[in-house]
């Protein structure tokens, strides 16, 4: 898997640690799409591919990020390119 | 624009059919009362047209008066109902049913002094049906088939006023008078496992392919056979040179018969073909050979855009189309002549049975123009019996030179290709022609035994069936390849080695296939469990899996389960993980726990919003939110009232941070950062006008990022430099100069309507000339006059 040159810090940390939020009641984010991984170490992997990273715009856990909007496909296509073999789940958990 | 002729399919005009009876209003009083009169009898003509339409409509729904009546109906139109209850469906289509029960039912010759026939000739034992009001057009019409002279339109089916088939028995149709042939030599018999390969291999391909796109006129679209035919790697034939038959292996005829059998599906207004969402494919491609032969029969008499056999001489309507043409005529008539053959299991003549059919339905049906009888004015006997046999002869060349030659290629071709016959040669023929036929185990259940088993038992059958395990078929090898003896797999082995491998090679006996990583994620992606997947590999293997392949194919299943793309999640965000956890002990969320502060939720957004009070909800498909101001010096601001919980991750990639969260900055190291890490200026520029609140970004940020990417054409060459300028007070003092032969030669390019630039080491004698030629250029800039502001 190519990795990025670049720092990670950029792509990875400050970003995707989503700040605490100023929330005072639920927000319900709908039609997401979500990469899951059985390890964290995957994840990291993935982040810090240079091409699936950049689409990983949200990191919700250590083994759960979010795909930018209307990237979902190519998300996909790049995962088979680099020799992952995701398992498609539609909808809910 | 472009229109689009629809033809309905079957289950559309059965839809249709209520609305028959409402139609019988529009229909004359003497035509109601020949109508009441098969119910009724005599007492029909003491009807007004008024009651004559209520008893109608009554009757219709009165199972006692259906019961009665069916009593009281002529073989013919037993006949025709009976066609009608084989097929399962009360509606059928026109051409299939009048060639049937013209063949069936021919109409005696009867010549005096001439006889004419015409191209609607053989709509006669239908219309005879539509006129006794047993059956109706599904377009609305009442008038007969075949009536009009100048136009070749048919409403393509016609329907069952009323619910015959409790009361009508099916029986086995006369047999035709034909003799079996004596001797057949080196017979030949598709291979049933070619025939479910090629199936399964065409549906799989369809299934990748995702659909396929019709013309304006209702034609294939050429992109879509071409990527089929790749998908499938049957190339392209040459239809010419080999008289039609490797036309079969070609996408249109198995694009055709998936629709004709309803599990594709033809969306006219979009133009496209998709898989029928009813329909279970994977389901019927396992059944049992001569079960699906009961599927692609009646496919084959249905199907359209393809043809046996393109005759020089026929004309046809609808051709460029796609609706029904006599081709459809034809086929029912053949495939219901193969199950009146005197014995299932014997050869024929290809020959003998086009003549047996030749002389039931020849005088009315053809491809081309029909023969007309007339003798001579005042004839003698002698003139007239020898104007009848010219006629006779001429009808009977007719034949043989079209309607015989679509006989021997349909027989030949789709017929053997879908495995109904077996064919043979003659022995002592030195032609080598393969003129000898007859029903293969397959052919004689879709066509034969249909007339002698009740449906019932057929369903039966076909259902028991559909539970064969299959035995030992294949061998896998360790190198993942996996041979497959034809003769042995059964169609669901097939089906199953067609979805976890990648074909390489075949022929007629034994297809190679190798085991690959895709392959083997794609089953399973398409519903094949892991474990299912070894167990049927297993149990068709003539040998037991070598222990390496077992191994990875476990590894590969295996590795799926580490990574999941989760499409269409929705996610709850709580400020905190106490908020979080409270809210998961309540019940009043079902989900799973994501991190510090979100929920997986696993319930709808509406029962949701019933159980939980929600500061909001943001949807990100298909239009994400738009929280950013975007400005001309790549300040990037994200609205607080929208933010949402991807924005900031999305800038991460194409802009840089400041202290405040709400504030970033595009800058050249943060769009070569990002062309570092693969992106192209055009993809930095969408992804910020996708979340722009003004949709789009500013022109001057757009040229910016282009230049830093230092994308050639954009933004364009600038330069700021000093040069000597010319100024005139008007274009014409500007022209005026700029022609000047011996000003111009002083001149570098005129810029706008009035104004030149000047060569700089010519300013001083250029300033000489015109102060000489009285232009007394001054020293200051002219600037445009500045228009007066409203008050």
């Given at each position: 898997m190519k990795k990025s040159k670049t720092p990670s810090a950029l792509v990875s940390a400050a970003p995707l640690a989503p700040a605490e939020s100023s929330l005072n009641a639920p927000l319900l984010h709908t039609s997401l799409t979500l990469v899951e991984t059985a390890e964290p170490e995957l994840l990291e992997e993935l982040l810090a591919d240079r091409r699936i990273g950049p689409l990983l715009v949200a990191r919700l856990s250590d083994c759960v990020a979010v795909v930018a909007p209307g990237h979902a496909k190519e998300v996909h296509r790049w995962l088979l390119k680099a020799g992952h073999t995701p398992r498609i789940v539609d909808g809910a958990a | 624009m472009s229109r689009t002729t629809v033809y309905p399919t079957l289950d559309e005009y059965e839809r249709k059919l209520p609305d028959l009876a409402g139609r019988l209003s529009g229909i004359s009083a003497d035509k109601l009362k020949k109508m009441a009169r098969v119910w009724v009898g005599k007492e029909a003509y003491k009807l007004n047209k008024e009651s004559a339409l209520q008893m109608l409509k009554r009757s219709f729904r009165d199972p006692e008066a259906v019961r009665q009546l069916a009593e009281n109906l002529t073989p013919m139109e037993r006949d025709g109902l009976m066609l009608m209850k084989l097929r399962e469906r009360p509606v059928v289509y026109t051409e299939e049913l009048a060639a049937e029960l013209l063949l069936l039912h021919p109409i005696p010759f009867n010549p005096t002094r001439g006889y004419y026939s015409t191209s609607g000739k053989h709509y006669t034992r239908l219309n005879e049906m539509l006129e006794r009001g047993l059956l109706m057009r599904c377009d609305g019409r009442n008038d007969a088939f075949g009536d009009s002279f100048y136009s070749y339109y048919v409403c393509e089916a016609v329907g069952l006023v009323a619910d015959f088939f409790e009361v009508i028995e099916i029986a086995p149709p006369p047999a035709l008078p034909l003799k079996p042939a004596p001797e057949a030599v080196a017979p030949v018999a598709r291979r049933p496992g070619e025939l479910i390969l090629q199936l399964t291999a065409f549906a799989q391909a369809f299934d990748r392919l995702g659909g396929a796109q019709l013309t304006a006129k209702g034609q294939y679209a050429n992109p879509s056979l071409a990527k089929l035919n790749k998908l499938l790697g049957w190339g392209k034939h040459d239809d010419e040179a080999d008289g039609g038959m490797a036309r079969l292996f070609g996408v249109e005829f198995y694009l055709g018969l998936f629709i004709a059998a309803d599990l594709l599906r033809v969306n006219y207004a979009a133009r496209e073909i998709s898989?029928?969402?009813?329909?279970k494919i994977q389901e019927t491609l396992e059944l049992p050979l001569d079960a699906q032969a009961r599927i692609w029969a009646p496919a084959y008499r249905s199907l359209r855009r393809w043809r046996e056999y393109s005759l020089r001489d026929s004309y046809y309507y609808s051709e460029s189309e796609g609706g029904q043409t006599k081709d459809n005529a034809l086929r029912a008539a053949l495939l219901l002549a193969l199950g009146m053959l005197p014995d299932s299991a014997a050869w024929y003549r290809i020959e003998d049975l086009s003549e047996a059919m030749r002389q039931r339905i020849g005088r009315h049906f053809s491809f081309g123009y029909l023969h007309t009888y007339s003798a001579p004015w005042k004839s003698t006997p002698e003139q007239q019996e020898a104007a009848l046999a010219k006629y006779e002869a001429d009808l009977a060349a007719s034949w043989r030179n079209n309607e015989q030659v679509w006989i021997e290629h349909a027989i030949i071709g789709p017929l053997f290709h879908l495995g109904l016959v077996e064919l043979a040669r003659e022995p002592r023929d030195k032609s080598e022609a393969l003129s000898l036929f007859r029903l293969t185990e397959a052919g004689r259940a879709a066509l034969y035994e249909v007339f002698r088993q009740p449906i019932e038992k057929q369903n039966a059958t076909r259902a028991s069936q559909r539970e064969q395990s299959g035995q030992a078929c294949w061998i896998v090898q360790p190198n993942f390849e996996v041979v497959v003896y034809l003769d042995q797999a059964t169609p669901r082995q097939l089906g199953f080695i067609e979805r976890i491998g990648v074909r390489q090679k075949s022929d007629a006996a034994i297809v190679t296939y190798r085991l690959t990583r895709e392959s083997v994620y794609a089953a399973l992606e398409e519903g094949v469990e892991a474990r299912q997947l070894l167990e049927t590999l297993e149990s068709g293997s003539q040998h037991p899996l070598p222990p390496g392949v077992a191994r990875t194919l476990g590894d590969w299943a295996a590795r799926r389960e580490r990574l999941a793309l989760r499409l269409d999640a929705s996610v709850l965000e709580f400020p905190d993980a106490a908020a979080r956890d409270a809210a998961l002990a309540s019940g009043k969320v079902k989900g799973v726990s994501v991190g510090q502060r979100f929920i997986l939720i696993e319930q709808s957004e509406k029962t949701l919003k019933g159980s939980l009070r929600l500061g909001g909800t943001v949807s990100y498909e298909p239009n994400p939110p738009r929280p950013l101001d975007i400005h001309d010096d790549g300040t990037v601001t994200i609205n607080p009232a929208q933010r949402d919980l991807l924005i900031a991750g999305e800038l991460a990639a194409v802009a840089e941070a400041t202290e405040n969260p709400l504030r970033w900055r595009i800058t050249r190291e943060s769009v070569l950062a990002a062309r570092s890490r693969g992106w192209t200026a055009e993809e930095i520029i969408n992804r910020l006008e996708r979340r722009s609140a003004k949709s789009y970004l500013p022109l001057f940020l757009r040229y910016a990022i282009q230049g830093w990417f230092g994308v050639r054409d954009e933004p364009g060459p600038t330069a700021l430099a000093a040069a000597p300028l010319l100024q005139t007070a008007n274009a014409e003092v500007a022209d005026a100069i700029w022609q000047c032969g011996f000003l111009h030669p002083h001149l570098l390019a005129r810029i706008g309507g009035r104004a030149l630039l000047v060569k700089p080491e010519s300013v001083k004698e250029l300033r000489k000339l015109l102060d000489e030629y009285g232009f007394a250029p001054g020293k200051e800039v002219l600037l445009p006059a500045q228009p007066e502001k409203k008050k």
């Open positions: - | 898989v029928n969402p009813q329909a």
